[in-house]
């Protein structure tokens, strides 16, 4: 080769060389020390860098449709089941409020909160001292009722026998004494006459003693009254503080509620408080009054029969004194009169309900309070050496056996739970089942003012691992389809224009759009766009793009935990 030939080939070679490396500053200072080249030279160099360019275009491009190899997983048939994951309290279905049924102080207290007891624990014992006393006034009270009306009786008979004996005496000594008696027939007359009237005088003040106690009926009936509505209220009041409790208890309250929580708690247990001595007071009015309609009655009675019957052997005395002058004048009938006999009957049943009410009332103190069902004490409302007031609250029972799941579920999850839908309630370490009993219809604002649909949830097998009020775990199946296909979540993209996925098809990658079905933890139904055994990108990243061509790695199926 010719010295110049040279020297163009390897200019011209250092030139492609450039271009290929693409340093043009390296380029240009080559071009500075060589001369220029003749056109004849740089005609044929710059087709060939044009030929070398579009080849390099040709291979880049060709590269860019290569994906490699992709993982794919293949759509199968299977069990789809969605779960659904909320928390509740526990709650009790059955509570029971303990009152006293007496007026007695406690002499022991075993009911304490947070207590778990069983049906038939002894948990309140009174002192039936005072009551014992009352018993035995109300034994001896009917006792001498009997011993009075039969006082009576025998006096009666005493007073008719004395009275026949004197008749007798009279005849006998009629022809002796006939004058003496016509001049005391007026005398004697005239005291009969006085006895009459004060016979009547003291029927009268029977008859007024009578209507006065009857007077006093009505007043026990107001106070009796104004004793239930004092109960009532006092019922209301607590319920009404207990759920402020429980409403502050719960911690969603602001402070600023809290507090007037509080205040309202205080206005209503102070409400209480007066409710409870206004009972305490009425009571007390009650008993008095109770008293004296009964020891009053009888001793009015006792004392006015003894007098009838003194009068009426009075007179009894004095028509004797005078059949004995007047021989054909008859015997006064002595005997006790109907009305009379009535009273008597009255007075002993008075006294004989009185003996019963007593024996009842020992009887329940004997007894004291126990627990109906098993369960756990919620409330206490006396203490031990205190005075309990009949029908005042004592403590309240919750059972640990009836219970239920409270659920608050967000208003756009209401279609995910159904009456009667199972559940797997978790409580601390231990689980259970549940069903759904019922659903509220309305959604309301919780504490954090979020719309919430109240739902219970009944535990099928408790047992003595349950507290009541913590909270618990619940988890449902809300829906379920069997051999349907479906693939793993991961693996289905979403765009503004639904759903869809990439699958490979005579290894090009293509993009088809799906309609999905329920979705597990895991899982996700395909209803439409795929078929069984076809393969998709499980990449969801971006880094495959449609129309790519590529190899396929099947991944291995993992089963739904």
Request: proline share 2%; hydrophobic share 40%; charged share 25%.
């Amino acid at each position: 080769m010719r010295k110049k030939d040279k020297e163009i080939y390897e200019e011209t070679d250092m030139i492609v060389l450039s271009e290929e490396e693409e340093g043009s500053k390296e380029t240009t200072d080559v071009r500075k020390k060589k001369k220029k080249l003749p056109n004849w030279v740089i005609v044929p160099v710059i087709g060939g860098i044009v030929v070398v360019a579009v080849i390099a275009s040709q291979f880049t491009s060709k590269e860019k449709k290569t994906g490699g190899t992709v993982e794919v997983v293949e759509v199968v048939r299977g069990d789809v089941k969605e779960i659904y994951n909320v928390s509740g309290t526990v709650d009790s279905e059955k509570k029971k409020v303990f009152y006293s049924p007496v007026n007695a102080p406690v002499s022991q207290l075993r009911a304490k909160v947070g207590q778990a007891v069983k049906a038939g624990d002894l948990l309140v014992a009174f002192d039936t001292s005072d009551l014992e006393k009352n018993n035995q006034k109300a034994q001896m009270d009917l006792q001498s009722a009997v011993n009075t009306n039969q006082s009576a009786r025998e006096q009666a008979d005493r007073s008719a026998s004395e009275a026949a004996k004197a008749a007798a005496d009279a005849q006998a000594a009629a022809g002796a004494a006939r004058a003496q008696a016509e001049q005391q027939i007026a005398s004697v007359e005239s005291q009969i006459s006085a006895k009459s009237q004060q016979m009547a005088s003291l029927e009268q003040s029977v008859q007024d003693e009578i209507t006065a106690n009857q007077t006093l009926q009505p007043q026990l009936d107001e106070w009796n009254a104004q004793k239930a509505a004092n109960l009532e209220r006092i019922s209301v009041l607590y319920g009404e503080v207990n759920s402020h409790r429980e409403e502050i208890n719960a911690g969603n309250v602001s402070d600023e509620k809290k507090a007037q929580l509080e205040a309202e708690i205080t206005e209503k247990s102070k409400e209480i408080s007066e409710k409870e001595g206004a009972n305490a007071a009425l009571d007390a009015q009650i008993a008095q009054v109770s008293a004296q309609i009964q020891t009053g009655s009888q001793q009015a009675y006792a004392q006015i029969q003894q007098e009838v019957q003194a009068l009426q052997a009075q007179a009894e005395q004095l028509r004797a004194s005078i059949s004995v002058e007047t021989p054909s004048a008859s015997i006064p009938d002595t005997s006790l009169t109907q009305g009379q006999i009535n009273n008597m009957a009255i007075t002993e049943n008075l006294a004989e309900l009185a003996v019963l009410s007593s024996e009842e009332l020992m009887a329940k103190a004997r007894d004291g309070i126990k627990a109906d069902f098993d369960g756990v004490i919620s409330d206490v409302k006396t203490m031990e050496g205190g005075t309990a007031v009949a029908g005042g609250e004592l403590f309240t029972l919750v059972s640990n056996q009836d219970v239920n799941v409270k659920l608050e579920i967000p208003a756009s999850d209401f279609d995910k739970v159904e009456v009667g839908s199972k559940a797997v309630v978790k409580i601390g370490k231990y689980k259970y089942d549940g069903v759904v009993e019922s659903i509220d219809k309305i959604a309301v604002p919780n504490a954090k003012g979020n719309p919430v649909i109240g739902a219970n949830v009944k535990i099928q097998n408790p047992d003595e691992n349950i507290y009541i009020g913590v909270a618990a775990k619940l988890t449902m199946t809300v829906a379920e389809e069997k051999d349907v296909l479906y693939l793993p979540n991961e693996n289905v993209n979403t765009s503004t224009e639904g759903d869809f996925v990439y699958v490979v098809q005579n290894g090009v990658v293509k993009k088809k759009a799906v309609e999905l079905g329920i979705t597990s933890n895991s899982k996700v139904e395909i209803k439409s766009g795929l078929k069984e055994g076809d393969k998709v990108v499980a990449d969801t990243f971006g880094t495959v793009e449609e129309g790519m061509k590529v190899t396929t790695t099947t991944v291995a199926k993992s089963e739904e935990k």
